[in-house]
C-alpha cells in the first residue's frame, strides 16, 4: 500500500537568486572631458558669465524700485550652465526651450540685453513686446521658445520642438532646460517615453540648483541622483559640474554626438547652486548664510574662470577692461528699458491668433 502523503507543513524552499538583468542602457555616451578651452574662449567665457551676472543683479535692483512687476527669477550662480551649453550650439539651427529663469539662457544666446531689459520692465521695445514680462520671453529668430511660467510644461514643448527637428530632417537639436523640482512632474515621464521611443533629438538639462522653491532636492526626491531619472526608459544620463563651464562644455559636447549618432535623447544633469532666492519674494530661509558663501568661496563659475585665465598669464587689467565695458553695457540697458514707451493699447489684439491659409 502506498504510504500517504505527509500532510506536515514544511518550511518553503528559498527561492533561487534571480541573476540582476543586465544594463538596459549597453550602449551609452562616452565619459565626458572637460573642453580645453583657448585663452580667447575663456575670456569669451569670462565674458558672457560676467554679462549674465551683472545683468540679473541690476534685473534686481530695478524689481526692488517697482520697475518690474510680476515674478523675477534670477540666475545668479548657475551662469556656466546656460554659457557652456550654449557655447556648443548652432545658433539658427539648434532649438533652446526652458522655464521661468530664462534671462540668462537668453543672454548666453547673444540675445540683446536691451530688448531683454526691455521686456522685463514691461516695454513696447521688449523681446515679447512688453506682454511676456520675466517669465515668458520668446525669440523665433533665434529658435528660442520661451520662457514658461508652469512648471514642467517645457519639457513637454520641447519634446515636440525636438519632433519638428526629426521631421523635417533639419539636423537641429533641441535643448529642453528644466530644474529639480520640475524633474518631479508626470509630463516630464511621458516627454521621455516618446522621445526615446521615437528616438528624438534633445538633450534634456536638469539645471539642479539644489533647492525646489523652498525645499531641498533631498527632502523632495526619492531619488536625488536625477541624472539617473531616464534609466527605466533607456535614456542615458550624465551628472556634471554645473559650476565649471570647460565640464559643461564638455559634456554638451559628447551629448551631441551622442544625439547626432542617431542614439536620440539624452539627460544632463547640471550640480549648480542659486545664490538669491526662488524669486524676488523669496528670502531664502530655508538655508544658511554660511552655505551660500561656502559655495561662492569654493565654486563661483566666474572666479573659476577668472583664476583659470590669471593662470594663463591673463592679466588684471584685461580683466578689470571687461569688467568696465559689462556695467556699461548693463548700464545702458538700463536706461534704455526705463526710457522705452509701454505698449500701445492696441498690443492686446496682437501675436493672439496666426491664421494660415
Request: charged share 25%; aromatic share 8%; with cysteine.
Amino acid at each position: 500500500m502506498a504510504k500517504p502523503a505527509s500532510t506536515r507543513t514544511t518550511k518553503a524552499s528559498k527561492p533561487a537568486a534571480v541573476p540582476a538583468p543586465a544594463d538596459h542602457n549597453r550602449e551609452r555616451p562616452g565619459e565626458p572631458q572637460p573642453y580645453a578651452a583657448s585663452k580667447d574662449e575663456l575670456f569669451e567665457f569670462y565674458k558672457q558669465m560676467t554679462l549674465i551676472r551683472r545683468f540679473e543683479e541690476r534685473a534686481g535692483q530695478l524689481y526692488g524700485l517697482g520697475l518690474i512687476g510680476g515674478f523675477c527669477h534670477l540666475y545668479i550662480g548657475q551662469e556656466a550652465v546656460a554659457v557652456g551649453i550654449q557655447s556648443a550650439l548652432t545658433p539658427g539651427k539648434d532649438s533652446v526651450i526652458t522655464g521661468y529663469r530664462d534671462h540668462g539662457h537668453m543672454l548666453a544666446y547673444g540675445i540683446d540685453p536691451k530688448v531683454i531689459m526691455a521686456e522685463l520692465t514691461g516695454r513696447a521695445a521688449g523681446i515679447s513686446h512688453g506682454k511676456g514680462g520675466s517669465m515668458h520671453m520668446f525669440s523665433v529668430e533665434h529658435k528660442f521658445y520661451g520662457g514658461h511660467g508652469i512648471v514642467g510644461a517645457q519639457v513637454s514643448l520641447g519634446t515636440g520642438l525636438a519632433f519638428s527637428h526629426k521631421y523635417k530632417e533639419d539636423g537641429g537639436v533641441c535643448v529642453a532646460y528644466f530644474g529639480d523640482g520640475a524633474s518631479n512632474q508626470g509630463q516630464v515621464y511621458e516627454s521621455f517615453n516618446m522621445a526615446e521611443l521615437w528616438k528624438l533629438p534633445i538633450i534634456y538639462v536638469i539645471e539642479n540648483n539644489q533647492y525646489a522653491m523652498g525645499t531641498s532636492v533631498n527632502r523632495s526626491s526619492s531619488e536625488d541622483q536625477l541624472y539617473r531619472r531616464g534609466e527605466s526608459f533607456r535614456i542615458p544620463g550624465i551628472q556634471v559640474d554645473g559650476m565649471d563651464v570647460n565640464a559643461v562644455r564638455g559634456a554638451t559636447e559628447e551629448a551631441l554626438a551622442w544625439i547626432r549618432a542617431g542614439n536620440g535623447p539624452i539627460i544632463l544633469e547640471m550640480k549648480t547652486y542659486r545664490y538669491r532666492g526662488h524669486s524676488m519674494s523669496d528670502p531664502a530661509k530655508y538655508r544658511s548664510r554660511e552655505e551660500v558663501q561656502a559655495v561662492r568661496d569654493k565654486s563661483d563659475p566666474i572666479e573659476h574662470v577668472k583664476k583659470i585665465l590669471i593662470e594663463a598669464g591673463a592679466k588684471e587689467d584685461d580683466l578689470k577692461a571687461i569688467d568696465t565695458e559689462i556695467r556699461k553695457i548693463v548700464a545702458e540697458a538700463a536706461d534704455f528699458a526705463e526710457s522705452s514707451p509701454e505698449p500701445d493699447m492696441a498690443e492686446l489684439y496682437t501675436d493672439v491668433l496666426v491664421e494660415r491659409y
